[in-house]
C-alpha cells in the first residue's frame, strides 16, 4: 500500500530466530514485539480504508515514528529518503548548494546568514533577503524544507533567485551558480600576545582532525610556543575524529575513549594510532555548556591525561554515542547504542533518559550522586555531570528578554534597517554600538507587538493559589504585592537592566552582516573573560604547571619538611 507498510512488513521478516537458541524470556520478547507491529499494521490498514478522510500515509507514520522515538533521548533520530541529506551534512559538513541559513519569516523564506566565501554571499545576497521565486517558481508559500530542497543541486549548475530586499523598491533577480559546500571546521585562528596560537573549532565533521593539525602546524610555523583551543559551542560529531584530535599532543597507544552497550560485540577502545604532532606544548582548552558529545571526548581526554588546562564552564555532559543504522527504501536511523568512557574511566553524561519523570522530563544527575576518578597526576575529576573545568569563569546571569528579543527577530529586524544606513563598520574587535543606536533600539522595540517571557508572572499566580488554598494570603497580603510589582515584566526596566547583554547581541548580529562569522568570533574575544584567563595562565608556566600537578591534601608545612632533612642528614 505504503512504502512504509512495506518497511514494517520487512521488520517482521527479519526477527527469524530460531527456538533452539532463543531463552524463553527472548521467545516472550519477539512475540511481544510481531505482535505491536501486527497491531499498527493493522491499525494504519483500518484507518487508510475507513476513515471518514483521506489521511495521509506516510506523515501520519512519520509522526509515529518521531512520537515514539522522542521517548527514548534526543539523538535517536529516523530519517527518511527525503532527509537523508541531513544526516549527511551533519557528518561530512558538505553539501551542494549556494551557501546560506535560511528560515522562515513573516510569512516568507529568508536568508538568514550568508556563509563567507560561498555562493550566496558572492553573488550578493544579504540578511534580511526574502526568498520570492526560484527559477521562476513562486515559492512564497513553501516551507524552509522545500526552498532548501530547490536551492540544492549539481554543483556547477545555476539556479535564479527573485529576491524581495529590506529598503528596496524593486524586486532583485540574482542568478548564482552552485558549488560544493564544505563548512571549514576551524572558524578562525591567529597569534596573540606574540607567541600564544588560538584557534576556533567549530565541528567534527569527517576529516577535520587533519584541518587542525593544518592549523596547529600553521601556528607553530609562525611563533606559537604554546596553543589555545577553543571547543565552545562546538556540539560533536564524528568519535574518530576527537581521538585523531587528542593524538596530535599524546603519544601514540594511549587510550582515549572506550565505549560499551548492549551488544557486547561492539564495545570497543579508542587507542592513539599516529605519533603526536606535539606532546610538550602548553594547551589551554575552552569550554563552555555548548561544548558536546566529541568535543568532550577532547577536553576530558586532556584533562584526565594531564595534557591541557581546561577553563570556561562545564560543559553539556552528552556521554552518549550513536551508530547510523541504514533501513528500507533509502532510509537510514541513527541510534543510541552505547556510552562513551574517557582515559580516567569516568562517564560524562549528565541527563538520565532512561528514568524519567512522571511528566516527561528528565533530571541531571545530582552533584551528590556523582563519582571520584583520577587524573594521571592524581587529580580528582567526577562523572555524571559533563566535564568540570581546571579554573571555571562564571558566566554572567541574563534576563529572558535577550533571548526573546532574538529569537522574535526583534534584534534581527533592527539590525537589517540599521545596516542600510551604515556602508561599513570598525573591525570587528573595535566595533561598540553607541549609545543612541541603542535607545534607537528601544524606541523600535516599543513599535514592536513585544512580549517576552511570563514565567515569573505564572509563578506568582500559582504562589498565590497555594496562599488562598493555605489561609496565608491575608497574612503576606502587603508582602506579596511589593513581590508582584518587582517580578512583573517591565519593558522600559528590562530593557535598561539587561542592557549589557542585550547592546552585545545586537554587535555580534551587525558585526556578522560585514565579517560573517569569523568576525563575530574576533568581537567577542575582545573583552572575553576566559580567553583572557587562557592568556594570563599560559604566559605564566608556573601557575599552568601548578594546576596539573595533584597537591596532596596531608602535605607537610614546609618548614616541617626542611627540619626532617636536616635531621635526616645531620
Do not use: C
Not at 13 to 39: L, M, V
Amino acid at each position: 500500500m505504503r512504502k512504509y507498510i512495506l518497511l514494517i512488513l520487512f521488520g517482521i521478516t527479519a526477527i527469524q530466530i530460531s527456538a533452539q537458541t532463543t531463552t524463553p524470556g527472548q521467545n516472550q520478547r519477539y512475540f511481544d514485539i510481531n505482535k505491536n507491529i501486527d497491531i499498527f499494521n493493522s491499525v494504519l490498514r483500518e484507518l487508510d480504508m475507513f476513515y471518514v478522510d483521506s489521511i495521509e500515509v506516510d506523515n501520519l507514520v512519520q509522526g509515529t515514528i518521531e512520537n515514539m522515538l522522542s521517548r527514548l533521548d534526543p539523538y535517536t533520530e529516523y530519517y527518511s529518503e527525503e532527509n537523508i541529506g541531513v544526516l549527511q551534512f551533519m557528518t561530512t559538513g558538505e553539501y551542494a548548494g549556494i551557501g546560506a541559513i535560511i528560515s522562515y519569516k513573516d510569512g516568507h523564506v529568508i536568508i538568514n546568514e550568508p556563509y563567507e566565501g560561498m555562493p550566496a554571499a558572492k553573488a550578493g545576497l544579504k540578511a534580511g533577503d526574502a526568498i520570492l521565486e526560484i527559477d521562476g517558481e513562486d515559492v512564497r508559500k513553501s516551507s524552509v524544507k522545500e526552498v532548501s530542497d530547490k536551492l540544492k543541486g549539481t554543483p556547477g549548475t545555476t539556479i535564479q533567485l527573485l529576491i524581495d530586499r529590506p529598503g528596496e523598491k524593486e524586486n532583485i533577480t540574482l542568478n548564482i551558480l552552485r558549488e560544493k559546500i564544505e563548512m571549514d571546521p576551524v572558524t578562525y585562528s591567529d597569534i596573540f600576545n606574540d607567541n600564544i596560537g588560538y584557534f576556533h573549532f567549530g565541528s567534527f565533521t569527517s576529516g577535520s582532525s587533519d584541518r587542525v593539525k593544518e592549523t596547529v602546524q600553521e601556528l607553530k610555523n609562525k611563533g606559537a610556543t604554546s596553543l589555545i583551543m577553543d571547543l565552545r559551542g562546538n556540539g560533536g560529531g564524528i568519535l574518530e575524529e576527537a581521538v585523531n584530535v587528542v593524538n596530535l599532543f599524546v603519544p601514540k597507544g594511549e587510550e582515549i575513549v572506550s565505549t560499551k552497550g548492549k551488544v557486547t560485540q561492539w564495545d570497543r577502545s579508542y587507542f592513539t594510532q599516529e605519533q603526536p604532532l606535539d606532546e610538550i606544548i602548553p594547551i589551554v582548552v575552552l569550554i563552555d555548556t555548548g561544548s558536546a558529545s566529541a568535543s568532550e571526548i577532547v577536553a576530558g581526554g586532556m584533562q584526565d591525561l594531564d595534557r591541557a588546562v581546561l577553563i570556561g564552564n562545564r560543559s553539556f555532559g552528552k556521554g552518549l554515542v550513536q551508530t547510523p543504522r541504514n533501513l528500507p527504501y533509502g532510509g537510514n536511523m541513527k541510534i543510541t547504542t552505547s556510552k562513551y568512557y574517557i582515559p580516567s574511566g569516568r562517564g560524562i553524561q549528565s541527563l538520565d533518559y532512561s528514568h524519567r519523570n512522571p511528566d516527561g522530563s528528565v533530571a541531571r544527575v545530582p552533584d551528590s550522586l556523582t563519582n571520584i576518578f583520577y587524573t594521571r597526576n592524581g587529580r580528582i575529576v567526577r562523572d555524571g555531570g559533563g566535564i568540570t573545568p581546571d579554573l571555571t569563569i562564571p558566566q554572567d546571569a541574563g534576563g529572558t528578554i535577550a533571548f526573546y528579543l532574538m529569537n522574535d527577530n526583534v534584534i534581527f529586524d533592527f539590525v537589517t534597517n540599521w545596516v542600510l544606513t551604515h556602508d561599513s563598520i570598525s573591525p570587528p574587535d573595535k566595533f561598540v554600538l553607541s549609545d543612541d543606536d541603542y535607545n534607537s533600539f528601544k524606541n523600535f522595540v516599543e513599535t514592536k507587538d513585544f512580549e517576552y517571557d511570563k514565567l515569573s508572572e505564572r509563578s506568582l499566580n500559582q504562589l498565590k493559589s497555594i496562599m488562598e488554598f493555605e489561609g496565608y494570603l491575608d497574612v503576606a497580603a502587603e508582602e506579596f504585592k511589593a513581590l508582584e510589582a518587582k517580578l512583573h515584566p517591565n519593558l522600559d526596566r528590562d530593557l535598561e537592566l539587561f542592557k549589557d547583554q542585550i547592546k552585545d547581541m545586537i554587535e555580534s548580529e551587525i558585526v556578522q552582516r560585514y565579517y560573517y562569522k569569523k568576525g563575530v568570533l574576533l568581537h567577542q574575544l575582545a573583552g572575553d573573560k576566559v580567553f583572557e584567563k587562557a592568556v594570563e595562565v599560559l604566559k605564566n608556566p608556573e601557575v599552568y604547571d601548578s594546576i596539573l600537578i595533584s597537591i596532596p591534601d596531608n602535605i607537610s608545612p614546609a618548614e616541617e619538611i626542611k627540619k626532617n632533612l636536616e635531621n635526616r642528614y645531620s
